[in-house]
T-cell receptor, first 114, second 118 residues
Framework: AQSVTQLGSHVSVSEGALVLLRCNYSSSVPPYLFWYVQYPNQGLQLLLK??????LVKGINGFEAEFKKSETSFHLTKPSAHMSDAAEYFCAVRTVSSASKIIFGSGTRLSIRP | DTGVSQDPRHKITKRGQNVTFRCDPI?????LYWYRQTLGQGPEFLTY????????KSRLLSDRFSAERPKGSFSTLEIQRTEQGDSAMYLCASSFGTGKTSGINEQFFGPGTRLTVL
């Protein structure tokens, strides 16, 4: 079975500081991995996706993530946090079944201090 | 293309009542998914349609839950005899896919319907 684990339910950084949100995955096959962002009372928006084409994946809003097979990790980073980055972030893996459903982590709430 | 839409956005009901939610996917998408998200958790898969066929259901989907996609376009999710534990955000997503595991099948999510059962 595939799964993802997000380390830290809440991360707080200062505006302009580095953002690092941690995600580890478990998969018996090469995974498709995602990061989604959810703003209050809104649906999920795809930030970026890993499909085995390149280990460093760039997404929207200046975010990027690096796939590290040896560490089974897919951490999300942004060099300089902005107040508008405050949201809930979910790491996710797509199953290999025909349904292609997505398994989400429990989420990390990112707060930005002025 | 207006994206995935869901109606209503909020629903408050009393325990024991029936509720129905609607999801309109992106028009050319043949796959439609329902997820449930409780407070402080990530979304959990409920069920999946390819065109009008419901191909997979989670064990989370009790007998009180039923989903349909009658013409392969919009979908409805009905909860009968609601319980307080049904209070959650119900998210719909759609994607386009052919074959068993073809492509990335990126899923686009709607804004969700927040259900509160009193």
């Amino acid at each position: 079975a595939q799964s993802v684990t997000q380390l830290g339910s809440h991360v707080s950084v200062s505006e302009g500081a580095l953002v690092l949100l941690r995600c580890n995955y478990s998969s018996s096959v090469p995974p498709y991995l995602f990061w989604y962002v959810q703003y209050p009372n809104q649906g999920l928006q795809l930030l970026l996706k890993y499909t085995s084409a390149a280990t460093l994946v760039k997404g929207i809003n200046g975010f990027e993530a690096e796939f590290k097979k040896s560490e089974t990790s897919f951490h999300l980073t942004k060099p300089s946090a902005h107040m508008s980055d405050a949201a809930e972030y979910f790491c996710a893996v797509r199953t290999v079944s025909s349904a292609s459903k997505i398994i989400f982590g429990s989420g990390t709430r990112l707060s930005i201090r002025p | 293309d207006t994206g995935v839409s869901q109606d209503p956005r909020h629903k408050i009901t009393k325990r024991g009542q029936n509720v129905t939610f609607r999801c309109d996917p992106i028009s050319e998408h043949n796959r439609l998914y329902w997820y449930r998200q409780t407070l402080g958790q990530g979304p959990e898969f409920l069920t999946y349609f390819q065109n009008e066929a419901q191909l997979e259901k989670s064990r989370l989907l009790s007998d009180r839950f039923s989903a349909e996609r009658p013409k392969g376009s919009f979908s409805t999710l009905e909860i009968q005899r609601t319980e307080q534990g049904d209070s959650a955000m119900y998210l719909c997503a759609s994607s386009f896919g052919t074959g068993k595991t073809s492509g990335i099948n990126e899923q686009f999510f709607g804004p969700g319907t927040r259900l509160t059962v009193l």
